[in-house]
């Protein structure tokens, strides 16, 4: 069941997809269509989820992977998740795969998918500026109601309560900013490397770029490489044009080069 609940005059909470959507959006305020277009975020959401949930027997992908309807009668949505989860297991080397023991699941990617289809709606409708969070998991656009740019803060996985970062858009760049963290603060031991079966422990990362789709799928992917070190998530994060800040299994920080443009990073 999804749900729409406006918070004062600029933002909404959406639940869908067993987490919460957080739309804040100065520039709908006046707008007459503005609770209009959120219930429709609030109804894609909706759609997604009964399309693309590998929880619900009846979603598209269900009945797909359990043989119960045929590859030449999925939907283009479902065809274009598909081809985008295959498409992150090539060039990951297969640290991000939705191909699994019980069938294909691609949860790992529909979140920042689904944020990303909703930050496209909001650009077609001239939202102007937003802050759309989807499970932590953020994208940016244009000035705060401060006038300044959008800070997205990055939780300390060692010290709770703390902020180990804040990330803002770079001076000049007036493309979204997407920021998207994977760890084992919160959930434990949740993530596994589809190839080799490790799971991280006390590792977490914070990846940044333009494209939340793709931001959210290689922080897993980037987070699961990390059991030699930091260097193989490091260098997935920079071949594929991103930025990255996080913590070892050692607790240590490291960062890729670029990230210095978008934050102060941790000591």
């Known amino acids: 069941m999804t749900t729409c609940t406006p918070v004062g005059a600029t933002r909404w909470l959406i639940e869908a997809m067993d987490t919460v959507f957080s739309v804040a959006a100065p520039g709908l305020v006046g707008r007459p269509d503005a609770e209009e277009l959120v219930a429709a975020l609030a109804t894609g959401l909706s759609l997604i989820e009964d399309t693309l949930s590998a929880f619900r027997s009846n979603s598209e992908i269900s009945r797909w992977r359990t043989g119960r309807l045929a590859t030449a009668q999925l939907s283009p949505v479902t065809r274009a998740v598909i081809a985008a989860c295959d498409d992150l297991e090539r060039v990951t080397g297969g640290a991000f795969s939705a191909r699994r023991a019980g069938g294909y699941d691609p949860t790992g990617y529909v979140k920042g998918w689904a944020l990303a289809r909703t930050q496209h709606r909001l650009e077609e409708a001239r939202a102007g500026s937003f802050c759309l969070n989807g499970g932590g998991d953020t994208v940016v ?124 990073l941790p000591a």
């Open 141 to 264: 656009r244009g000035r705060a109601p401060h006038g300044g740019p959008w800070r997205v803060g990055v939780a300390h996985p060692n010290r709770p309560g703390e902020l180990a970062t804040i990330i803002t858009a770079e001076p000049g760049d007036e493309r979204p900013l997407a920021v998207a963290t994977s760890g084992t603060s919160e959930r434990g031991q949740h993530l596994t490397h589809p190839q080799t079966g490790w799971q991280p422990l006390r590792s977490a990362i914070t990846v940044v770029g333009s494209d939340i789709a793709l931001v959210d799928a290689v922080a897993t992917a980037a987070l699961v490489l990390g059991q030699e070190g930091t260097a193989e998530p490091a260098r997935l994060v920079e071949n594929l044009g991103l930025e990255a800040v996080g913590f070892g299994e050692d607790g240590r920080p490291w960062w890729t080069p670029g990230m210095t443009r978008y934050a102060l």
